[in-house]
Structures are given as structure tokens and as C-alpha cells.
């Protein structure tokens, strides 16, 4: 149940800001600080949540930040909960979940690439799907893809 | 020994789709491997930001190419529950129907592709070929065969047109009957169970701490479905079995998928037996002034492949803020192709990789 889930979680930590989303079933929406993180995903881990989902990230342009989303699910309980943290866009570093979940790698990296996150920990943030990129990072709201395949690929805009 | 590298793809021999593997290889056993993904990347999620709400219908279902419908309804649930709306019954039932025949055909289409794999090359003309009296259902339907473009935001955009009940059926029967035909070369084939089992095994606990989603996730013993644990569109009211297999290994990844051609053929019976009349959309606002109210949803669905899920944020304007997407290959493609494919032989890997189907549109984007 949704509630026994929202139970666990103000049970345990007092500053988490938790949002139970209208008209969407079996969802639980937690907002934390960047240092919590790591804490409350091995928190939830050890309660039931063993299936990381995803890992992404919203770029709010206008407040300067950068929304890290986790999603994570438990089999038992057959609830998904999402952890949002806001970290600086300036600065967009955050704390590796590689020693929860091996998995993690895959989302981090793609982050890396796409929006320039750095996750301290995690050594293998390789190049993942582009190829020899040295733009800003795509994914990025002040990246403007349209402007960029006119530059390079159209040659009569050049 | 000397190791060597070798380059497997883009055209890839166990994989729909354009995906490379760097292994490195002593004598004929993998020592590592390393997925190398990008050729499919079309850059949706950013294109998704730029088009209005119901402009990205149609460039969803691109986004995995052997079963383009979950796309599709996972795009029209997330701005469904983010306006707050739910589709009439009719509609939900036309879309587990369509659902349903992209699960079976893209299960051909693995069927069809591991079997090439292991050297029975009669099946993959067979699956194929019967793969296309499903996209000719498709076509009766929606008028596209591998795209369809049908289920959107609020419904579904055209009622059963008459006589599709009939020849869904007809088309049910003959799979059906033609799964016998599988069996005898195929399922129940020596060389299937010599080459299959016992190759690239994932247990149970590891496959829940890798994030092993779908088929594979109940080839290896969990007992998990989106269809049953968070239902949508109309299968909280059908009445179906989840299959799980123990093995975990490539024979019980390809067996679990039969049972589930099996359960999906059942499925598809009860709705099109069942599927109530009324309307098939429900009201939406103007196309060209399609505002979302401001919010976040993440919805997902069981496609063939395993959980998948749009992630969409809007803020209140006529366009998506962000959308992601979280197809179950990500992880199947990447993680866990690494973590398998160390210690089998070179003529394993691609066996390997379809017995796991991997949807290489899907990680790219």
C-alpha cells in the first residue's frame, strides 16, 4: 500500500518532502537533499525497493538546477517510487550509486554524456552513444539542436 | 594464450537492429565484453521537447522497431494521467488487442532470430512469414503494418473496422495451430535443447540486483508483470496466467516466450469476445492548442522486452518539458550482455543476445 510506504519513509527521516501524484496509481514522489540521497536508496533497498528502474535527469534552465530522478521499484510492495534531488547547474556533481546497484553504470554514464553530470565514484563515465562530441552536452535546454544541423548539415545556411 | 579483439556489427548477427560488441577473445571463449551502442541514436527524447503534445505520436512508435504499439500507449497513458483523464472501455480494450499482437509478433520475430542463431534456418522464414498475417491485421486496422500511429492521447483513432473480429480470430487459430508446427522442429528440436540449455545463466537473486526485467526476469523464477502488478489499458478484467520458468538460462528465456504466445492468443480471444460498445476517444483538447497542466508522471507497460516506461514532466506549456524513456534493453544491452557473455564461446554470443532480445532503437533513443 501507498500509505504503508509513506509511513516507512517519515518514520525514518524527518526532512523529506513527499507528494502522492493525483489520478496516478501505486506512485510515491520523494524530494530530497543531494546528500540524502545515497542514504534513503540504501534505505529503501533494504525495504523491499531491490529493482532500480531508471535514473534521469530534468535541466530547469530557469532555476539553475539539474532534477536527478530514481526511480525504484518493489516487487512486493508493487509500488514505484521516484527520489528527486535538485543539485547546482553550475557545479552538477553528485554521488555515485554504484555500490548499491552495478546497474547504476548505465544511467550515470548516459547522464554524464547527455547533461554533463559528474557522479564522483564512478570511474567508467566512457563516451556512451555519441561519437566524438565536443559540443555542450546535447540534452542540455541551451543546446539548440536545430541550429546545429543547419551549421553542420545544411550548406547552403552556411 | 594470446588474446585478440574482434569487432562484432553494426549489422549484427544476434540483434534486430544496428548494435556492435567489442569482445575480446582467447582461442574461441569471450574473456570480455563490451557493448558498444550509438548506431540507432536519433536524439527523440530532445526532439520530443520541440513538437507539440500531439505532434509526438507519430515519432514514438519509432522508437523500437519489432513492437512499436507499447510506445505508443505508454506516451498516451503519461499525458493521460497528467491531464487527468481516462480513456472510454472501448478503447482500452482495442488497445490490448493491439498491444497483444505486437507482443506475439515481436516473440516471432525473436523466435525467428535465435533459431537462425543455432543453425534451424526453416524457422526464422517461417515466423516471418507468419509475422505478416499480424501486420495485415495491423493494416485492416490502423492502415500502417510495422508503424501504426493508432493509440494516442485519449483513445484510440479508429474503431474495428467491419470483419477485423473474424479474421483476428482466424489469424489466432492458425498461430495457434501453427505453434504445434514450431514444436516439431523447433521447441522440441534435440539441437535447441543441446545448444540452449545451460548457456548464459542468470539466477534469481542476481537478475532482481541487475535489473533483469519482462521474460527474462520470470525465466529466471520471479513471478513479476506489469500487466498483473500495475494494470492498464484492459487487463484488469481479463482473466490471463503470468508463466514463470526456473532455469533462467537461454532455453527457458526462448520457452517462456512460447507460453506467452500461448497466454496472448487467450488474452486477445477474451477482449475481442468481451470488448464493450460506446465511444473510442474521450475529449481532448484542441490539437493545436493541446496544454498540459503542469506535473510529473512515470507510467509503464509490459512490452516484449520488459518494463517500459516514459518518465514525462510537463510545465504547463503545449510541449512535453522532458520526456525519458526507459526501455528494458538499456539495461538487458548493456549491463548485462557484459556480465553474460564472459566465459561462452565465440558461437554462443549471438544466441545469447536473442534469447535476451535486445532492442537496440530503444537504448539509443
Known sequence: ?158 | MKTYELFIGPQHVGITGNFSVILELEGNVVKKATPNPGFLHRGFEKLMEMRGFIHNVPIVCRICVPDPDPNEANYAMAVEKLLGIEPPPRAKYIRTIVLEFSRIASHLFTFGGHAGSIGLYTIPNWTISDRDFILDLFEMLTGGRVYHIFIYPGGVRRDLPDGFIEKAKDVLNYLEKRLDDYNKLYFDSYMFKKRARGIGIINKEDAIEWGVTGPNLRASGVKADTRKDDPYAAYGELDFEIPVLTGGDAYDRIMIRRMEVVESIKIIRQALDNIPDGPIREKVPNPMRFIVPPGDAYVKVESSKGEYGYYMVSNGKDKPYRVYIRGASMTHGIHILEKLLPGNYLADVSQIMFSLDVCPPEIDR
Not at chain 1, 65 to 77: A, H, M
Not at chain 1, 133 to 145: A, H, L, Q, T, V
Open chain 1, 1 to 158: 500500500m501507498v500509505e504503508g510506504v509513506v509511513e516507512l519513509i517519515k518514520g525514518n527521516f524527518s526532512d523529506v518532502e513527499i507528494v502522492i501524484p493525483e489520478h496516478q496509481e501505486k506512485r510515491v514522489h520523494i524530494s530530497v537533499e543531494k546528500e540524502k540521497v545515497k542514504e534513503i536508496a540504501k534505505f529503501l533497498k533494504d525495504n523491499g525497493f531491490r529493482h532500480l528502474s531508471f535514473i534521469t535527469c530534468v535541466d530547469w534552465i530557469d532555476e539553475g538546477k539539474f532534477e536527478l530522478v530514481y526511480g525504484l521499484y518493489s516487487y512486493e510492495e508493487k509500488i514505484v517510487v521516484l527520489i528527486k534531488t535538485k543539485i547546482d547547474r553550475d557545479n552538477p556533481k553528485q554521488e555515485t550509486l554504484l555500490p548499491l546497484w552495478d546497474q547504476a553504470q548505465t544511467y550515470e554514464r548516459e547522464i554524464h554524456e547527455m547533461f554533463g553530470v559528474y557522479f564522483d565514484g564512478n570511474p567508467g563515465l566512457t563516451p556512451f552513444i555519441l561519437e566524438d562530441w565536443e559540443g555542450i552536452p546535447p540534452m542540455r535546454k541551451d543546446f539548440d539542436s536545430r541550429k546545429y544541423s543547419q551549421i553542420t548539415y545544411d550548406s547552403e545556411a552556411k
